[in-house]
Structures are given as structure tokens and as C-alpha cells.
């Protein structure tokens, strides 16, 4: 059965979707503080936010390995507030920004831990935002509990929202289908951390920043919620990993930061990253926006000859095709559709996925006839 359209709200990308520049300058890193950069631009501008905020993580003292070895962890000055309240009213005046300059149909992503998503969570219901998902990103190369005190903290949240309840988010299911062969994307990522040639050093072969996040997940953020050509604001720039995907993937960014030598490294990083040029390469049509193919239209092409057998794959169920382009059962005759649905005594039934035709020693999905009429005139379509 075909996946059901949870929401007709979702907008769909099309075969050629025009890429519109901004009346302001995109691709750019501005210096400063966020929510001062983010109040100098215009309203209702922006067609995705990737927010990597500082996590508040409280540590306390260094953290040692086994071998006696310090942990390299987050413990940079814009890590750290006096309180959960300073936190919070922080917090509120970044997201209240980011609502401002975010379009009706755009959305949000937010990234944090358990020491602060919780609570960035609350908020951004407050002022209104609706969570369409939130997905786990689960570290498949964690850093380990070295005291041996708690679980490992192999995971972290991502929050998926929209500006409000009935906005028209682009969610570009078929291209997130395709990336995990065929199947729905879960809300459960595994992936690993930023490592090896990925990770920006510093000239003492340090880490630039503690925190920096893995191109693969920035790829699966932008693919899902973009267009060609979208603008992709991040108020916490960093290094520059959503600049950097989203040049690749032929988006427009702006970046927001107020450290010069993260910076300074993200200009750099930008700068050698090579875009798709084909911007047909970028694009996964939805199947919503394809060419309706009638059944009786692969009948007459001769693609599937009346009176040929179909079954479902487990050979249960069989009907035959009739020259019209209907089928007939043993009790219920009608569309591919009508009678995929009667046999089973289901409410629908997409019948192009549900009948299948013997070819050999296989059956056959009846869609891939469906596919190449529509391969066929494609040409005529563009």
C-alpha cells in the first residue's frame, strides 16, 4: 500500500523548481552576535534554520580517561551560563529572532543534549513553533563513560518544527525514501562523529571547535527540508559544516558567528568545497508531481496484453487484465485499484504496487510499466 499523505500541507518539489536570489546578500558569514545579525534582516526571509546552540553542559573539572589522559571536552567561555534562568532568557531571544526572520512555510531545526534541548524544547512551544518530529541521532562511534557513573551518552536530539500548526513546510519525502533504499527515513540517524580529515585543527593540530558537526548530517537536514536554491541561515556558525553542505547542495546560506578563528576556518572550508553544477543532479521528483498514467494506457501501448494473470506477491490474490484496462477476480471486477482493495477487504489499495506480473522465474511490480510510459514522455514534458 502506498504511504499514506499525512499532511496536505507539505509542499512538494517540483521537476524544475526556479531558483529566486535573495533581495539581500546570501553566502556570506556574518561577524557578531546572532540575534543583533538575525534582527537586521528582513522578515519572513528565511527558508531554513540549522541551530547548533551552545548545550550549557555544567561540567565539573576535568575529565580524565583510564590512562590518566584529559578529555578534550566543551569548556569554552559561550558554553557557559550563571543559571538555568540565563539560560532561558538567552535561549528565548535567539528562537524569538530566528520566528521573525523565518518564513510562514519555512522550518526549523534545532540540535542539543539532555543538558539543554529539553528546555529549548519548552520554549520554542511557548512562542509557538510546532514540532513536527523529533529525531535521535545516534553516534555510532560515542565517546565512552569513563568514570563508569552513568549510561553513554550516545545520542543526541535533533527538534524538527515548523512556524505554526498549519504552515506548508517542504518535507521532501521521495529524496529521504531514496537515500535509505526504498524504505520511510526513521527518526532514528546513525551516524558517526566528526572525525579524521573532516575535523578542522588549529595551527597546533587541535581541535578549531569542540563540537563540531559531521557533513552527513548537515546532507540529511538540507536534502529533507530544502529546495535548490533555499536559504539556509545558521545562527551558530561555527566552523561552517552547514555552509559548506549547503554550497554542495546548491542552497544559499548565511552563517552567524562571533569567534574570527571559527571563521576564519568556515571561510576557508567554504571556499574548497566544489557544488553540483547539474542541478538536475539535486533534484528528487515527488511522485504527487508526476504525469498520471492511466492503467488502460500500459494495455494499449501493449506493455501488458489482456488476459495476462496478475497476483499479489504472495500469489494469494489473482485477477486477470481485461481489454478495457480493467481487472476481473473470481468475485469483484474494476480498476487495478477497486479490486486490489476488494480482494483484501481493505479500505484502498495502490494497485500499481499491490499486482504483479509474472517475467521469468520473478514477479514483477506492475508500477514499472507505470514507469516507463512515464520515461517515455518525460522529454515533452520539460
Known sequence: MAPKDVTTKVSSTKTKPPIVKAPFKTNVIMSGDCV??????????????????????????????????????????????????????????????VKRVLKDNGSLWVIGSYHNIFRVGAILQDLGFWVLNDIVWRKSNPMPNFRGTRFTNAHETMIWCSKSKDARYTFNYDAMKNMNDGLQMRSDWTLPLCTGDERLKNTLGDKLHPTQKPESLLYRVIMSATKPGDIVLDPFFGTGTTGAVAKLLGRQYIGLERDPEYIAGARERIANVKPIEDESMLLTPSKRTEPRIPFGTVVERG????????????????????????????????????????????????????????????????????????????????
Open 36 to 97: 543583533d545579525a538575525m534582527n537586521a534582516l528582513p522578515e519572513n526571509s528565511i527558508d531554513l534554520v540549522f541551530a547548533d546552540p551552545p548545550y550549557n553542559m555544567q561540567l565539573g573539572g576535568e575529565l580524565h580517561r583510564p590512562d590518566n589522559s584529559r578529555v578534550d571536552g566543551v569548556d569554552d567561555a559561550w558554553d557557559k551560563f550563571d543559571n538555568f534562568a540565563a539560560y532561558d532568557k538567552f535561549t528565548r531571544a535567539w528562537l524569538g529572532a
Open 303 to 382: 506493455l501488458l496484453r489482456a488476459g495476462t494473470m496478475l497476483s499479489d506477491p504472495s500469489g494469494r490474490f489473482t485477477a486477470k487484465i481485461r481489454a478495457d484496462g480493467s481487472l476481473i477476480s473470481a468475485e469483484h471486477r474494476g480498476s487495478i485499484h477497486q479490486v486490489g482493495a476488494a480482494v483484501q477487504g481493505a479500505p484502498a489499495c495502490n494497485g500499481w504496487t499491490f499486482w504483479h506480473v509474472k517475467m521469468g522465474n520473478n514477479l514483477v511490480a506492475i508500477d514499472v510499466f507505470r514507469q516507463k510510459v512515464r520515461a517515455e514522455i518525460a522529454p515533452s514534458l520539460q
